[in-house]
């Protein structure tokens, strides 16, 4: 079964950066793209980005393009997301995951899985 460990976040300020690695484990190689969703107190979850291991595509919500940047590690079979210019809109729990359908409006968060327990993400205004 695959396990997925994820490490950062924190507290930045608004107009700050983000970085979240996830390392993964045990693949099954049954998933699209792994990548990262979203998820704040009230709120839906909500795609972020992902990658494909296989090409290297990647997906982002219309929200994040254009400040943010997800790339990949194959020798230490990680996935690396980088935000810029955060804003308080940012904060949640950010959660890795493996996703079974993307395109390029992203990829849904319906058909995902994870195992990791996420990273909370505070943006202070």
């Known amino acids: 079964q695959e396990h997925l460990v994820e490490s950062g976040g924190g507290l930045v300020q608004t107009g700050g950066s983000l970085r979240l690695s996830c390392t993964a484990s045990?693949?099954?190689?049954?998933?699209?793209?792994t990548g990262w969703f979203r998820q704040a107190p009230g709120r839906e979850r909500e795609f972020v980005a992902a990658?494909?291991?296989?090409?290297?595509?990647?997906f982002y919500a219309n929200s994040v393009k254009g400040r943010t940047s997800v790339s990949r590690d194959s020798a230490k079979n990680s996935i690396i997301l980088e935000m810029n210019s955060l804003e308080p809109g940012d904060t949640g729990r950010y959660h890795c995951a493996d996703f079974a359908v993307c395109s390029q409006d992203g990829c849904d968060v319906e058909r995902s899985d994870s195992w990791g327990q996420g990273r909370q993400v505070t943006v202070s205004s």
């Open positions: 990658i494909n291991w296989s090409g290297g595509s990647t």
């Open positions: 045990g693949r099954t190689f049954k998933y699209y793209a």
